[in-house]
């Protein structure tokens, strides 16, 4: 295992179109997590999943933005529409356990500028 | 609302001196405190947490619930230091904050 992979790397888009980003936890996560890092700031949340069900989101994720983790593997993030305030850093995380806070498990993210 | 603050954007060090990396944190409860680092080119790691007391690569951080702080330590700076650090407060599955980050940089 080479842990949390995200793809793509890079993504350009003009304005108005849609995304779609994949991120592959580690096998035995059963936790997946979302974050949006712009310039100058730390990862802030968008969304979390406990095996497949999407238990919660920020008010940070627009309408445009939707997250699915069918079958609990491998997760998907689809902004629709895409702004110029869009272009950001996607990370995404991983960790095991129930209950409390475990260390996360970072992949290198998927970079979206919106042109 | 939870909150974590690191005052400083950047620090900048000389080799061999110590280092503190300001963290404070908000919350009224008993939040899980983390420091993670991010090494040029790298992907954000964990350094170290509160609930395991490790000394990791040299750097030690105290949790001092009255002034709601978590600051990180070392005593003597290398160069293979400078990074981005982010200190992170969690709270019950998914509530993970992070503070906008300090830049350390250690200087031969």
């Known amino acids: 295992d080479t842990g949390v992979s995200q793809d793509p790397r890079h993504k350009i888009t003009k304005r108005g179109q849609n995304v779609t980003f994949r991120c592959d936890p580690i096998?035995?996560?059963?936790?997946l997590y979302w974050y949006r890092q712009t310039l100058g700031q730390g990862p802030e949340f968008l969304t979390y999943?406990?095996?497949?069900?999407?238990?919660?989101k920020s008010r940070l994720l627009s309408d445009r933005f939707s997250a699915e983790r069918p079958k609990g593997s491998f997760s998907t993030l689809e902004i629709q529409r895409t702004e110029q305030g869009d272009s950001a850093m996607y990370l995404c995380?991983?960790?095991?356990?129930?209950?409390?806070?475990?260390?996360?498990?970072f992949g290198p993210g998927t970079r979206l500028t919106v042109t | 609302a939870q909150r974590v603050t690191q005052p400083e954007k950047l620090l900048s060090v000389f080799k061999g001196a110590p280092v503190e990396l300001k963290c404070n944190y908000s919350?009224?409860?008993?939040?899980?405190l983390f420091w993670y680092v991010q090494y040029s080119r790298q992907r954000l790691q964990l350094l170290l947490r509160?609930?395991s007391r490790e000394s990791i690569k040299g750097f030690t951080a105290d949790l001092n619930k009255g002034e709601t702080s978590f600051h990180l330590k070392k005593p003597f700076a290398q160069e293979e230091d400078s990074a981005m650090y982010y200190c992170?407060?969690?709270?019950?599955?998914?509530?993970?904050?992070f503070g906008t980050g300090t830049r350390l940089k250690v200087l031969a």
């Open positions: 999943f406990q095996n497949e069900a999407q238990l919660e």
């Open positions: 509160h609930i």
């Open positions: 919350y009224s409860g008993s939040p899980e």
């Open positions: 995380a991983s960790s095991r356990g129930t209950g409390v806070p475990y260390e996360q498990y």
């Open positions: 992170v407060s969690a709270t019950g599955t998914y509530k993970y904050i």
């Open positions: 096998s035995e996560h059963n936790r």
